[in-house]
């Protein structure tokens, strides 16, 4: 989710602008499909509609001061990943948080909802929200909120992703409207919220890890790349060929699927006629660091 000092090919300007895009994405979910659809998104965003509605009857009704409240639950969560996480994801994280408090204050909410079918418009906000999520992961920002709780987490559990200790605390957030509110809104919100969590985990490939195979003759070369590129390690084997009986050498390694996909592209340079085969790891056990940077 963070950057770090292992960096990436991306410079500075597109992981902003990505940050950009991915905030206006999650906020044009919530202003045109959740609030037009009286559904409750998660998170914090959710904790901040509830709080909104306490604004009945008071002076503030006629504001939208979700943006503000939303803001301002997240100052001691930014406060808390500072110690944790450090001061430079944090400094991201705070303008993240700031660009989305005033888009969800200044876009417009439509009175209707956009999509008249409740449940089409429950799975287009949920899978804004999400895409909007998990390319803010990409550009190696957070939206604050569940997004900086389930970071840490996700570093202390390795069986837990982002995506589902967002989902756990949106569930708690949704039991709380199915008291107070319409039980039916709840189910719906619950919806989206599944919805958001399936495509933070699909897009946010630093939190999957697999197991990459290389058969090549330039272990070496192969394995110093694993090694001072991103970080890794790996084992080397050697084998025979049963066409050609030529040695053959096995690079095995395990790595996130965001750090595969750079080696994807470094591969052909390093050896053109190496093989590989990668598939998606279960379960990894023992002295492996989770990165989700």
Known sequence: MFDNKRGSLRSGVTNFTICCIASLIYCLGVNFFILPGGLYSGGFT????????????????????????????????????????????????????????????LLPIPKEPIISDALTNTIVGGFFEGIGSGLLYIGFGSGGGTDIIGIVMSLKYRSLTVGKVSLAVNIVVYAICALVFNPEVAVYSVIAAFCCSLIIDKIHLQNRAVTVNIFTNKDREIGDWIRDNINRSATIFTGTGVYSGAERRLVISVMSEYEYHRLKHALPELDPIAFANVYPSAAVLGDFEKRLS
């Open 46 to 105: 959710g904790i901040s509609q509830l709080l909104a509605m306490l604004a009945k009857g008071t002076p503030l009704e006629p504001y939208n001061i979700r943006g503000a409240i939303y803001f301002i639950l997240n100052i001691p969560i930014v406060i808390l990943g500072w110690r944790v996480l450090g001061g430079k994801p944090m400094i991201k994280a705070g303008f993240t948080i700031a660009l989305e408090s005033a888009l969800m204050s």
